[in-house]
């Protein structure tokens, strides 16, 4: 119903900056809330960032270096991730969600296939 494709992945040096982007298409007139989501290796998927409606929710962890910027009429959304370590290296997911906006991984509806980020130091 909805299919969502991430990029921009790579590998960066710890303090270097990355923007990932993300595309939804199909039924996408329904989707209230698109986000970020990592999960490194041996880790839990974990929340980073998302929007909808007309606010914004970030991780405590990355708040103040990662900001995420939707555009509704292009079904886009992107992360501009700045300041970045070691400890960020994971696989990133964009998710899109139907009903509300959230930072719980199990409200959201759809998943992309990720892109991976490693920060080397």
């Known amino acids: 119903q909805v299919q969502l494709v991430e990029s921009g992945g790579r590998l960066v040096q710890a303090g270097g900056s990355l923007r990932l982007s993300c595309a939804a298409s199909g039924r996408t007139l329904n989707i209230y809330a698109m986000g970020w989501f990592r999960q490194a290796p041996g880790k839990e998927r974990e929340f980073v960032a998302a929007a909808g409606g007309s606010n914004t929710y970030y991780s405590g962890s990355v708040k103040g270096r990662f900001t995420i910027s939707r555009d509704n009429a292009k079904n886009t959304v992107d992360l501009q991730m700045n300041s970045l370590e070691p400890e960020y290296t994971a696989v990133y997911y964009c998710?899109?969600?139907?009903?509300?906006?959230?930072?719980?991984?199990?409200?959201?509806?759809?998943w992309g296939q990720g892109t991976q980020v490693t920060v080397s130091s």
């Open positions: 998710a899109a969600a139907i009903n509300t906006a959230t930072i719980k991984a199990s409200e959201y509806d759809y």
